[in-house]
């Protein structure tokens, strides 16, 4: 049974408009929830993360968004750039083992494909 | 400040064999963590290590799987007499607090 849940595989947009990626979990224990990206036959590259105790981190183009009580959180994207084109992962933490996070429970993914 | 490395990047198997996989945290990380990609999927934990103990090996298969992480030298993921099943990408992650950085991968091939 999926805990983390990306539910579309693949998404398209315009250079300089808005990406939206979507995630939703069902563990209501999580309490640390992070965004990867991932190019072709590299390692998932951190971009990203928030806080249960927050709803919103923002680093330059990228957002975070967290809503509790609905077990959703979104990433965005403004403005979109081809070279944002990847994999995009959203990952949730729950529990901490001696400091360090614990296991990251990763969603399946969507790829994002920027158009010039 | 070299990122967490992985060897071999790319690993062929015949089934039965065995497939050794290592991973050098990045320095002052002692957390280890291993995970697999199979085709169209995400990534699946396996196992989460610190130094000489294994924390959460939850995710490892109950057979034929292995991991360690010695006080000297890089984790080692192991599997023992490989089958086509196990082809997939093996990554490494370690940290020292919030957030994992991850190697490259391995991506082992099972023929």
């Known amino acids: 049974d999926q805990q983390v849940k990306q539910n579309s595989p693949s998404l398209s947009v315009q250079e300089g408009r808005i990406s939206i990626l979507n995630c939703d979990y069902t563990?209501?224990?999580?309490?640390?929830f992070l965004w990867y990206k991932k190019y072709p036959a590299e390692g998932p590259t951190f971009l990203i993360s928030?806080?249960?105790?927050?709803d919103k981190n923002e680093d330059g183009r990228f957002t975070v968004f967290l809503n509790k009580s609905a077990k959703h959180l979104s990433l965005h994207i403004v403005p979109s750039q081809p070279g944002d084109s990847a994999v995009y992962f959203c990952?949730?933490?729950?529990?901490?083992?001696?400091?360090?996070?614990?296991?990251?429970?990763f969603g399946k993914g969507t790829k994002l494909s920027v158009k010039p | 400040n070299a990122g967490v490395m992985q060897n071999p990047r790319h690993l062929v198997r015949r089934r039965g064999q065995e497939a050794r996989l290592r991973c050098s945290p990045m320095k002052g990380h002692s957390h280890v963590y291993w995970y697999r990609q199979l085709p169209e999927e995400g990534l699946k934990f396996m196992v989460y290590l610190q130094k000489e103990n294994i924390i959460d090996e939850s995710g490892m298969p109950k057979e034929r799987f292995s991991a360690e992480f010695p006080k000297e030298g890089p984790s080692i993921l192991r599997i023992q007499q490989v089958v086509r099943g196990d082809s997939a990408a093996y990554f490494c992650?370690?940290?020292?607090?919030?957030?994992?950085?991850f190697g490259p991968g391995t991506r082992l091939t099972v023929t």
């Open positions: 563990n209501s224990m999580f309490d640390y």
């Open positions: 990952a949730a933490s729950g529990g901490n083992y001696g400091g360090s996070q614990g296991n990251l429970i």
């Open positions: 992650a370690s940290s020292v607090g919030q957030g994992a950085y």
């Open positions: 928030i806080s249960s105790i927050k």
